[in-house]
């Protein structure tokens, strides 16, 4: 990519969040990731503290956490102005109405140049289904068990979880549990799931997409990909059976040790031997105290759930320290830099994070130590996984053979920006009217 020589006209519009836009190029297997602000008062010195910030995050926090082959940091840009103003126009129209409260920033310059997560590189042109990509926001994947913990509620499995669980009756292994909860995204993906065919979104949730998510419409994209020609149906499977396959290779994905590698082969999955045998006890909630959440040790879940699970104090816990550190900083301001507070997110952090003291020696460093791994903690909480496979070249071959496809496969996790250490109190605030509101009305009336 040469930065003297961008066009606009090269770029499309690919998606957006909270706080990015994003645009992949037309040819290259590559997005620019572009801020945005709720105002144009940021100026570019700031912009630009504030990606370096994020990729130094991803780079030296995140990416040792969660793993060399899922995270992929990118490189920070400088765009020309004329470039990104063009862009910013262009894009306009495409944006959702409901994104459209915040503006691209076409002031600093500063970009975030990754690559496309929703394509494989390696994926041969021969076969003439391009990749699928499922991006799904995992969310928390634990139940709190702090001791600072006031509402016994709290502890209980949440009622979306219970009935998940009713849904799949007793005793469902992990395999099961993971396939209803991916049937139910499928059904309602509210704001958690997208599909992407190469890489063009083809199923979201109403607010992402100009029409609503048809289940139809997306086997009819899948069908092909699962036409394989199983007896009697000869290559006309019906919808459910379809949807069916589409979910065991995205669960067997998921629950993979993922040796996926961008660089490398990417992993290939076999259909038909795909399902792997549960660890799992049906009550995870005893379970994730132990630390023993039955996913295999090495796949991307247990990977994001080790990292979520650093919030071991609960924000109950952590209002307390944050107060202890913003006292010490009133009194030594200058501490704020040693501390960082604000970054910088390097080695030197991420020491903070894994070396932070177990118990509460009333000290000012085990207090941020653990502030600290509730920010990493939170941004585990909020990251996408994107999972993206296509069918192998084998697979004509096969298909003559009658057997089921086999797809080869590559996990990422994105959207890893730090979280703010000034939003604390609003997440103890939040959390406080959550649990309120929640108590307030499974209470019978009086
Ligand atoms: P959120 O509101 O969830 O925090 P965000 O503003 O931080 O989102 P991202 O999640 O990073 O932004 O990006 C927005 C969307 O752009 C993603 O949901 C994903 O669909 C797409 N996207 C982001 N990065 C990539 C990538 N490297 N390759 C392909 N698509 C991407
Ligand atoms: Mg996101
Ligand atoms: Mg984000």
Redesign the pocket.
Known sequence: MELDKMDENDWKY?????????V?HLQHCR?L?LL?FPSEDSTAEQAFRHILNIVDYSKYVMKPLLGEKYV?S?EVVKLPLDFVRQLSLKVQQERPELRCDKVMDTFSGCGLC??????LPLHHLRDHRPPI?V?I?PKCGFLPFSRHITKECKRKVCRFCMHQHYKAKVKPDFFKRMYVALKNLLEEPQ?NL?I?KG?E?IFSCKDDAKQQPELNDLIQHLRPYFSHSNGLYNGHQPGKAILNEFIQVICSALLSGGDSNRSGEPRKVHLSESRPHCEASPFPRDLLRNGNHGLPKDSVLAKILQVQMLDNLDIEGIYPLYKRVEQYLEEFPKERNRLQIDGPYNESFMDKVKNCPTEDDGSVEYAVGKVHQYRVAMTAK???V?ITFAPCEEDEEQQLKLEKPRFTYSI?I??L?PKPYEGIPHQYKLDTKIVNYYLRSTQAPP
């Open positions: 690919h998606g957006e969040g909270n706080k990015s836009l994003v992949s997005v990731r945005k992929h990118g990754l690559p496309n997560l929703t394509q990509c991006e926001k704001n997208k992407f890489g979104l909020d990251c996408s994107m990422s994105l959207d920006d």
